[in-house]
């Protein structure tokens, strides 16, 4: 695998994962890797009873995306191609560590590591870090109905989760290069110029 070839995009909820990730596969011609969630049959019932939802939905994407990693390692990765995700596999662990607790989470913690233990990791990470006025006014922009009265103590806790969980995938994945972006400063949407800067750093790494 040559370096960068497989770039992931992170952040919590509404950062922009979806738009840079989208943005970026067109500016620089990768095959773009997309999160299901319109067909996610769980994604409604968790946000209205987390609890009693929580091991379902935290398998459902767990199952979908060791089967998108699977098929993207087949198609591009094996190849030698770049591909660029709007997540990471890691995001699983994140999440469940928030929603589930005792025996959930330790039959949830074994599976993962069983699932995602030969997947490919990405060469490059770009985490969207954003605060929780940011992240409400891109949730409420966007209008998903399952996510407009979503708990504001649990967005906050998963910011301050990513950011934990960036700083220990630095320490455990050191050849990962991590870019960081302020995605309260830096509106890569509309100001083009800023979205440029990013290719040209993103390009850095990858050529
Ligand atoms: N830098 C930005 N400036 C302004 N609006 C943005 C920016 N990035 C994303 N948005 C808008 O915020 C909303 C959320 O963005 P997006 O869907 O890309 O987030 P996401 O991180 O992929 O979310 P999720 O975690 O739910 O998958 C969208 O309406 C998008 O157009
Ligand atoms: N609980 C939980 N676990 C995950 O692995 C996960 N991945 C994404 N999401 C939620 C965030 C957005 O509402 C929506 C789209 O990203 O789905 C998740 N929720």
Do not use: G, K, W
């Given at each position: 695998m040559s370096t960068g070839s497989f770039i992931a995009v992170e952040g919590p909820i509404g950062a922009g994962k979806t738009t840079l990730s989208t943005m970026l596969s067109q500016e620089l011609n990768i095959p773009l890797l997309k999160e299901i969630?319109?067909?996610?049959?769980?994604l409604g019932k968790f946000y209205d009873n987390i609890e009693e939802w929580s091991f379902q939905l935290e398998m459902f994407f767990l199952c979908n995306r060791y089967k998108q990693l699977e098929d993207t390692t087949t198609k591009y990765i094996q190849h030698g191609q770049q591909v660029i995700s709007?997540?990471?596999?890691?995001k699983n662990l994140i999440f469940a560590k928030r929603t589930l607790s005792g025996v959930k989470w330790e039959k949830y913690r074994q599976i993962y590591h069983i699932l995602t233990g030969d997947l490919p990791k990405p060469d490059l990470i770009i985490y969207i870090r954003a605060d929780l006025q940011t992240l409400l006014k891109r949730i409420k922009m966007r209008g998903r109905s399952f996510e407009q009265n979503m708990d504001t103590a649990y967005l906050e806790q998963l910011i301050i989760d990513y950011d934990h969980a960036m700083a220990s995938l630095a320490e455990s994945e050191p050849d990962t290069k991590i870019i960081t972006i302020d995605g309260n400063q830096i509106d890569f949407v509309t100001h083009r110029e800023q979205f440029d800067l990013i290719v040209s750093e993103v390009k850095e790494y990858i050529q």
């Open positions: 969630v319109e067909e996610n049959p769980f709007d997540y990471h596999i890691y």
